[in-house]
């Protein structure tokens, strides 16, 4: 505690400098507050008088709680067993203002915890320790209220988790993560990420803090930053719940977990990393209910849209795909694969890892440790009698040496490469050692994607024009600016006051015609490649961009961050 409590203490004679010293050490020898220090050594009884000296060191006056009528709904804003462990009441609300009757408002990792549980900024006040026990037995309803009762009244919906650790842990950790508390706080950022529609959650250690973001429509988002002695029970807690090693903090783990959240049922990936602070955790959010698996859905518009379904029904050959990192690729192929997938069609897959579980098609997760390569699940495949193969990435030339063969003997095979344009995928398969004559004849369809943040329709404004040039930005042609209106979202709760709410595709579509294998066997360069794509009428991601931009779907920022010029 404080030098000033100390000396306030002293200066109004309500302990002596004996007591102090009996006090201080009390708190060493026993690792407890120096509040709880002061009434267990026997140097204070009365805590009113101690609650109206804490009031004036934070210059605050005391509350008389038990002279005041609280409000049922007010307090249950507050969970019990948090008001039961910490000694903590709601007593009012106004906005997003909620104050709090505590024994020990310096108590931040208390305060910081019932800030992130609750969503609203903690105004503390003082008051006995003793009327707030009183007031906690008579405020709610019943003590013996059910963990997941409690989580109902946080998250308005019930979370399980579907498979639960084993029974076989050491007791002190199973004792120290099993605290309701920090069960409620992981189960409240696990169901939060999901109703927010984060594909991932991110909690990180600092020096001083731990902080948790939630990447929604492909950014990243602060939401809360947490007590760094929270760290060991939350992490502990992921661990147990996706069957991780709690004791190895030295080395990655990577694990699983299945919840449900009211009728929908999430997969979620997790992935540990030692830091210099300690361990950061990053799960991936796999909601399989918010899966599109429908062509016709992704909006890829015509022609390209007709293309792609012609390849997807051809007997054999290579479709690609390609974009960076959470451009929907994967998106992409499993509606391709959804569209084939019947029960006279043999559909195998190799991936790393399988992301989402298809009824009818045999996936399979790549292990590098094992020796279970892509290349090599793809040799594989070939003896399963498949008739489509998607392979997840193809990374080397090796796998793409497979896959090509695969597509010249008679197997539709699908897959991804990480490339900028469609244009620059066939110079890349050629630079991995591909020989040309064998992607000329191997590859059917190329698609590059990208994915843009869609203006939220519920605070949609248009852009005033004098406030950017759209022009002079995006070198447009005098007929393109022309009677361009931009639009930007203001920010709101239903956008998490982001003004941008879901994302759309950015679809650019090759088809291999002859012309363009012609070109290919002659080691067209990458312009020539793209001004015969252009005039056969091959419409660019800029040019897709551009179009959401002048529907109003976008933003002129959106659209500089996802497409070249």
Not at 64 to 73: F, G, H, K, N
Not at 273 to 282: A, F, N, S
Request: proline content about 4%; glycine content about 6%.
């Amino acid at each position: 505690m404080a030098r000033r409590l100390n000396e306030l203490l002293i200066e109004h004679t309500i302990i002596t400098k004996e007591q102090l010293l009996e006090t201080l050490k009390y708190q060493k020898t026993n690792a407890c507050s120096f509040n709880d220090a002061l009434f267990a050594s026997g140097s204070l009884a009365d805590d009113e008088l101690y609650a109206t000296f804490l009031a004036k060191q934070i210059e605050s006056g005391a509350l008389p709680i038990s002279e005041l009528e609280l409000e049922e709904t007010i307090v249950e804003i507050v969970p019990m067993d948090i008001a039961q462990k910490y000694k903590i009441v709601a007593v009012s609300k106004f906005n997003k203002m909620l104050l709090v009757a505590i024994s020990d408002p310096k108590n931040l990792f208390v305060l910081d915890a019932v800030k992130f549980l609750t969503g609203c900024n903690i105004k503390p006040a003082v008051a006995p320790e003793a009327e707030i026990v009183e007031c906690i037995k008579t405020s709610y309803q019943t003590e013996e209220e059910s963990v997941d009762e409690l989580l109902e009244d946080i998250k308005g919906e019930e979370l399980e988790v579907l498979e639960r650790e084993e029974d076989d842990e050491p007791d002190d950790i199973n004792l120290a993560v099993a605290d309701a508390p920090v069960v409620k706080l992981v189960n409240h950022i696990l169901s939060e990420a999901v109703r927010k529609d984060a594909s991932d959650i991110h909690i990180e250690t600092y020096q001083k803090i731990l902080r948790v973001r939630y990447r929604i429509d492909g950014k990243l988002v602060e939401i809360s930053n947490l007590p760094y002695r929270l760290r060991p029970s939350i992490i502990s807690r992921i661990k147990i719940m996706s069957d991780l090693d709690i004791s190895e903090k030295r080395l990655p783990q990577d694990g699983r977990l299945k919840i449900k959240l009211g009728l929908a049922t999430v997969d979620i990936r997790v992935s540990t990393l030692p830091t210099i602070y300690g361990e950061k955790v990053v799960m991936r959010i796999l909601d399989s209910s918010n899966l599109v698996l429908d062509l016709e859905k992704l909006g890829i518009p015509k022609p390209g849209g007709d293309y792609l379904r012609d390849a997807l029904t051809a007997p054999f050959g290579m479709i690609l795909v390609t974009g960076p990192t959470g451009s929907g690729k994967t998106t992409t192929l499993y509606s391709g694969l959804c569209l084939l997938n019947k029960p006279d069609v043999n559909i195998m897959t190799v991936e790393d890892p399988v992301e989402y579980n298809i009824d009818g098609i045999n996936q399979v997760n790549v292990n590098s440790n094992i020796g279970l390569t892509f290349a090599e699940t793809l040799r594989s495949f070939l003896r399963q009698d498949p008739d489509i193969v998607m392979v997840g990435e193809i990374r080397d030339i090796e796998t793409a040496e497979i896959a090509i063969k695969a597509a010249l003997t008679g197997h539709l095979v699908l897959s991804t490469l990480h490339t900028n344009n469609s244009v620059a995928t066939i110079d890349r398969l050629i630079d991995m050692g591909a020989e040309p004559f064998l992607v000329a004849s191997s590859v059917r369809i190329i698609v590059a994607q990208r994915l843009v943040r869609k203006i939220c329709t519920k605070c949609k404004e248009p852009l005033k024009q004098d406030t950017i040039n759209p022009q002079q930005i995006l070198h447009l042609t005098d007929e393109e600016a022309a009677g361009l209106q931009l639009y930007k979202g203001h920010g709101c709760p239903a956008c998490n006051n982001t003004g941008y709410h879901k994302r759309c595709g950015l679809y650019e579509v090759l088809p291999i015609t002859t012309e363009i294998q012609n070109l290919i066997l002659g080691r067209a360069t990458v312009n020539e490649l793209r001004t015969k794509a252009l005039e056969q009428g091959m419409r660019t991601l800029r040019m897709a961009a551009l179009e959401k931009l002048g529907n109003g779907e976008t933003t002129i920022e959106e659209v500089l961050s996802a497409t070249d010029s």
